[in-house]
Antibody, heavy 118, light 110 residues
Framework: QVQLQESGPGLVKASETLSLTCTVS????????WSWIRQPPGKGLEWIGY???????NYNPSLKSRVTLSVDTSNNQFSLKLRSVTAADTAVYFC????????????WGQGSLVIVSS | QSVLTQPPSVSGAPGQGITISCTGNNSNIGAGYDVHWYQQLPGTAPKLLIY???NRPSGVSDRFSGSKSGTSASLAITGLQAEDEADYYCQSSDSSLTWVFGGGTTLTVL
């Protein structure tokens, strides 16, 4: 069974960079698309971006200037970096897998709460 | 402001049925992209409920069904049960091949 696990600091200072890693177990990272999604407390889901196992990416236009996704196939991991964070970036961050660009997110991580402090 | 529009809340009595709408535009749902639905129980990650407009993943009850027409889609739940209380989100692609979500609908079983 495929499992995804987010990891990274739970507290980030404003103006700094938020960094999270998603580790995939029970399956290979190769052959799939991998997305990051976030959910501010009490609010809805926002898609951040996806990366293909080859390294090609696509980002939410509203976050594109601050986001970088990367993939490490040797360790079955992919990562998110969000620069110049503010309190508005406080959210639970989820990673998820999808088979193709337009196919649904079939597997999700449990989520990682990141709080941006001033 | 979400790209896809859902009602913030719906409610129904046990055993009844409800419908949740998801309205987009000609850049996403109306452009022919599939709509997917997720169920999110409190404190958990979303779970895929309906994919490609009207298909249920293995293990999802047939009380859940989806449909799509024009620039809108709907999720229907029949025979409401207390365990159906959750947030429901629709999702689609848009012309930039990015993902868009609805704002979410909270279902209350009275």
């Amino acid at each position: 069974q495929v499992q995804l696990q987010e990891s990274g600091p739970g507290l980030v200072k404003a103006s700094e960079t938020l960094s999270l890693t998603c580790t995939v177990s029970g399956g290979s990272i190769s052959g799939y698309y991998w997305s990051w999604i976030r959910q501010p407390p009490g609010k809805g889901l926002e898609w951040i971006g996806y990366i293909y196992y080859t390294g090609s990416t696509n980002y939410n236009p509203s976050l594109k200037s601050r986001v970088t996704l990367s993939v490490d196939t040797s360790n079955n991991q992919f990562s998110l970096k969000l620069r110049s964070v503010t309190a508005a970036d406080t959210a639970v961050y989820f990673c998820a897998r999808h088979y193709w660009i337009t196919t649904p997110f079939e597997y999700w991580g449990q989520g990682s709460l990141v709080i941006v402090s001033s | 402001q979400s790209v896809l529009t859902q009602p913030p809340s719906v409610s129904g009595a046990p055993g009844q049925g409800i419908t949740i709408s998801c309205t987009g535009n000609n850049s996403n749902i109306g452009a022919g992209y599939d709509v997917h639905w997720y169920q999110q129980l409190p404190g958990t990650a979303p779970k895929l409920l309906i994919y490609a407009n009207n298909n249920r993943p293995s293990g999802v009850s047939d009380r859940f069904s989806g449909s799509k027409s024009g620039t809108s889609a709907s999720l229907a739940i029949t025979g409401l049960q207390a365990e159906d209380e959750a947030d429901y989100y629709c999702q689609s692609s848009d012309s930039s091949l990015t993902w868009v979500f609805g704002g979410g609908t909270t279902l209350t079983v009275l």
